[in-house]
């Protein structure tokens, strides 16, 4: 099957700090990914889209320049939330897309959750 | 624009019994899927059963089958002989139309399966 990794798993850091987040298929490749941003609770909130070798297109609300979104290869995209604080707190979970029979099919990554003091 | 309805915040079944979660949309398109996926408190995402909308028959995939009725914009995931293990959170989800490949999420329902 489809396999999508995420490191790292969890995550805790100052405020202030920048983490980045990594998102691999490990075994297809896939020319888009998402990200997505889940609170305790709450449904994924889409947050980008990212496609391979082009600028990542942002959700309205979503800020492009905190959180950088970096799709390097058909393998790995990279979400780098900058100068985090407190309310950046969440779980993330990135997703690839696969084309599977008639439909394309959004394999989800185990998602990273971020602590930030 | 697109919407996905799940108006069950929680659910309660008892084992082996059967079980259905409602989830409504809202799309002026044709062509669009439909998609549920469990979450386990463990964080992540599992792929239960795709609709697409111009599919005649309803998906089945082992336990899992999709109520699919067109005319009402209704895609109710039905859980038979519900196991301890199916205890998670239930999201249904649509792609398609001015969404393109977009997953769009409901609220989500919790489910507990009770001994």
Redesign the interface.
Known sequence: GAVVSQHPSWVICKSGTSVKIECRSLDFQAT?M?WYR?FP??????MA?SNEGSKATYEQGVEKDKFLINHASLTLSTLTVTSAHPEDSS?Y?C?A?RDIS???????G??T?LTVL | AQKITQTQPGMFVQEKEAVTLDCTYDTSDQSYGLFWYKQPSSGEMIFLIYQGSYDEQNATEGRYSLNFQKARKSANLVISASQLGDSAMYFCAMRGGLYGNKLVFGAGTILRVKS
């Not at chain 1, 609770?41 to 889409?46: C, R």
């Not at chain 1, 008639?102 to 989800?108: A, D």
Request: glycine share 4%.
């Open positions: 888009t998402f889940q609770k709450q449904s994924l909130m889409l889209t779980f979970i997703s897309e008639s439909y394309n099919e959004q394999f989800f185990p998602g959750r």
